[in-house]
């Protein structure tokens, strides 16, 4: 499930540390792949998170939270 996979990867590149050396990379690579592919669908704002390179809020955001709005207002 994309879903899972794109959580997976966000949870690697907002905590690193926690993980093998090597894997963030190939995270941030899928991660791109997912949000890029026209097949998956997105919510509007999960993308932007996504596209802004902003991880974090998209975390928070899959697991039901509301961000904090950053410089972008979004």
């Keep these: 499930n994309n879903m ?3 959580i997976k990867c966000l949870e690697i590149i907002v ?8 894997n963030l ?6 991660l791109d792949e997912i949000s890029r592919d026209p097949t998956v669908e997105l ?3 999960l993308k932007h ?14 697991d039901d939270g509301e961000p904090e709005k950053g410089i972008c207002g979004g």
Excluded: I, T
């Design 15 to 22: 905590r690193p540390q926690d993980v093998p050396k090597g």
């Design 25 to 30: 990379v190939q995270a941030l690579q899928r």
């Design 4 to 6: 899972e996979e794109m």
């Design 43 to 45: 919510h509007p704002r």
């Design 49 to 62: 998170f996504l596209m802004n390179r902003s991880y974090e809020k998209a975390l928070f955001w899959l």
